[in-house]
Every structure is written in structure tokens, then in C-alpha cells.
């Protein structure tokens, strides 16, 4: 059984800790948004690596080098996601009149 990886953070609303979690659509939303940046990132690292060289074999070393230290890997972009989520729940709680932490 494929276990879930689970992105969560906990928020104090002044009546106890509530935790809030990425909820599946919004964790194929962010899955999906960082596959078309990674093709992207990808192919302008291509291109790049191109533009320097014409040696097939350097020009996919230099390529994968460069992809590796301008990609962010997905756990970031589920951190952030968590980030946005977690605000918006912030937020609500201090538009609501509760105490914030």
C-alpha cells in the first residue's frame, strides 16, 4: 500500500490547535503546477547547455547540472503550498475575532 506523504502545520485559533493540511485537490494542484515549471526549467536548461556546447554528451552533463541546482523539488512546493493554506486559515481566524499566536 503506497503510503500519502502529508503536509501539514498546526494553528492556534485561541480555542486550541487545529491542523491544517493540504487537501488532495490541492495537492494535485500544486503537483501539476510544479510539473509544467520542471518541463520548463528543463528545456531552458537545454537550451543553455546548448548554447555552450555542441558536444552531445557535455551539453546533457551541463544540462542535468544546471536542472539540479535551478529546480526546486516538490516537497518545497508542498511546503509552500502549506504556507498559502496556512495563512488563509490565519487569517480567518483573526478576521473572526479570535486571539492569533
Do not use: P
Not at 30 to 51: K, N, P, S, W, Y
Not at 72 to 77: A, N, Q, S, V
Not at 89 to 99: E, F
Amino acid at each position: 500500500m503506497e503510503s500519502k506523504a502529508l503536509f501539514c502545520n498546526n494553528l492556534n485559533t485561541g480555542e486550541g490547535l487545529k491542523t491544517v493540511v493540504l487537501s488532495e485537490e490541492e495537492e494535485a494542484k500544486v503537483r501539476a503546477l510544479h510539473d509544467v515549471e520542471t518541463l520548463r526549467i528543463l528545456r531552458t536548461c537545454m537550451e543553455d547547455a546548448q548554447f555552450l556546447t555542441d558536444n552531445k554528451e557535455a551539453c546533457l552533463k551541463i544540462a542535468l547540472a544546471l536542472f539540479d541546482k535551478r529546480c526546486e523539488k516538490i516537497e518545497t512546493w508542498m511546503e509552500n503550498g502549506l504556507d498559502e493554506v496556512f495563512r488563509k486559515a490565519l487569517d480567518n481566524t483573526v478576521r473572526i475575532g479570535q486571539k492569533s499566536f
